[in-house]
């Protein structure tokens, strides 16, 4: 019998996540659906993957704690089986600053979600990865991080920090058959951009449409899969062309 497949999606109440969460459910994994708050948002995703023939469940945890963060890999690995693929995507508010509005603090609330978050996740998981000889770990990233919009500096530098763990953790942990990889989405709408005009946005893209969140989950399950195997320490623009 094939051992089970577990992904521990973070920030998958919504959004992204969740639609993250049904694409790998949907390429045959366990999914791990996390969330900080939402417990019922959270759930039913969960429930939705249930529905259509999948498996899901809910954890609840804040993944910039320490100790939080272990309980969950614990909690996961205790209900589900050990951790083959994690997906860093939980984030936090993203307020605008110019440079000399700028402070140290603005830099650590974006450092905590796309540094000190990736980082506990992977440490937490790595025995899980080891005992099953290998693992996926996925960076949400974003665009940004290569169109350096004004305003947006303490967003892009942790971003940017994320492609530099990637690049570290691909060195250290492939010769364990442990893959690690950035995904940089565009603008892509989902609920919280709600009313937002993106038509200027869209007339930039030289595909002339505004991605989906099922063109981030598509790329996140095909790096989750065994055919990305060959694949590690690169950042994956998912935005139309917009950056090129």
């Not at 993957?49 to 910039?64: H, L, P, Q, T, Y």
């Not at 492939?174 to 038509?199: A, C, F, K, M, Y």
């Not at 590690?232 to 950056?243: E, F, K, L, S, Y």
């Amino acid at each position: 019998m094939a051992q089970k497949r577990v992904a521990l999606v973070t920030g998958a109440s919504r959004g992204l996540g969740a639609q993250i969460s049904r694409h790998l459910a949907a390429d045959g994994w366990t999914v791990a659906v996390n969330f900080r708050s939402g417990r019922e948002a959270a759930e039913a995703v969960a429930a939705e993957i249930g529905d259509a023939g999948g498996s899901a469940e809910a954890f609840g945890a804040d993944v910039v704690d320490e100790s939080t963060v272990v309980a969950l890999v614990a909690d996961v690995e205790r209900r589900l089986g050990p951790i083959g693929a994690v997906v860093a995507n939980a984030t936090g508010p993203q307020p605008e600053a110019g440079v000399e509005e700028l402070t140290w603090r603005g830099h650590l609330d974006q450092l905590e979600f796309f540094v000190k978050s990736p980082t506990l996740l992977v440490q937490a998981v790595l025995p899980g990865m080891r005992a099953l000889g290998g693992g996926r770990i996925i960076m949400i990233g974003s665009d940004l991080a290569d169109r350096a919009a004004p305003r947006t500096s303490a967003y892009v530098a942790a971003k940017n920090a994320q492609v530099g763990l990637a690049k570290v953790w691909a060195k250290e942990l492939g010769p364990e058959n442990i893959t690690v990889n950035v995904v940089q989405p565009g603008w892509i709408p989902v609920e919280r951009h709600d009313g937002l005009d993106h038509s200027a946005y869209r007339a930039e893209v030289p595909l002339a449409r505004m991605g989906t969140p099922d063109d981030i989950a598509a790329m996140v399950t095909f790096l989750a899969s065994d055919a990305a195997g060959f694949v590690t320490g690169q950042r994956i623009t998912v935005n139309g062309g917009h950056v090129i």
